[in-house]
């Protein structure tokens, strides 16, 4: 259950912030709000770190595989494509849109196991529920 209430919430805030950011993109440049939206990420990162236990940093030096550390190189990129999304297509179907590209991408993780992820089977059901969501992004759209 605490996991459903954490994912609901995760959806909620990338939502505001998609506004949040396309309005200071407005008043601003797409690179200094992608740039100020990852400078107060790591801020906050920064300072949660310093509450709540200082783990040790040299830790990421033993990474492996490599790649996995690209993540912040990911979410500038995340950042950037909401910001034009959202300013292109407005927030509910720049939304419905992410939502199902993260659906599709997460399943096919899961089914290949790519990127360590245990491999799950195929399920038609999971992509008849796929094919169903984006029924519902052309229902909303008309």
Same mark, same amino acid.
């Given at each position: $259950? ?11 805030? $990338? ?32 300072? $949660? ?15 492996? =595989?490599?790649? $996995? ?21 407005? =927030? ?14 997460a ?24 094919a169903?969501?984006i ?8």
């Amino acid at each position: $259950m605490w996991g459903i209430l954490i994912a609901l919430l995760s959806g909620a805030l $990338m939502s505001i912030q998609g506004v949040f950011n396309t309005q200071v993109t407005e008043q601003t440049s797409i690179w200094v709000s992608s740039g100020w939206v990852q400078l107060t990420a790591f801020a906050a990162c920064l300072a $949660m770190w310093l509450f709540t236990g200082r783990q040790q940093v040299s830790g990421l030096w033993q990474v492996q =595989p490599w790649y $996995m550390l690209t993540g912040g190189v990911i979410g500038a990129m995340i950042t950037y494509t909401v910001i034009r999304s959202v300013g292109s297509l407005g =927030p509910a179907r720049s939304a419905l849109l992410i939502v199902v590209a993260q659906i599709i991408v997460a399943y096919a993780i899961e089914v290949f196991g790519l990127f360590g992820v245990e491999k799950a089977g195929f399920e038609w059901k999971k992509v008849i529920g796929a094919a169903i969501a984006i029924a519902g992004i052309v229902i909303f759209r008309y």
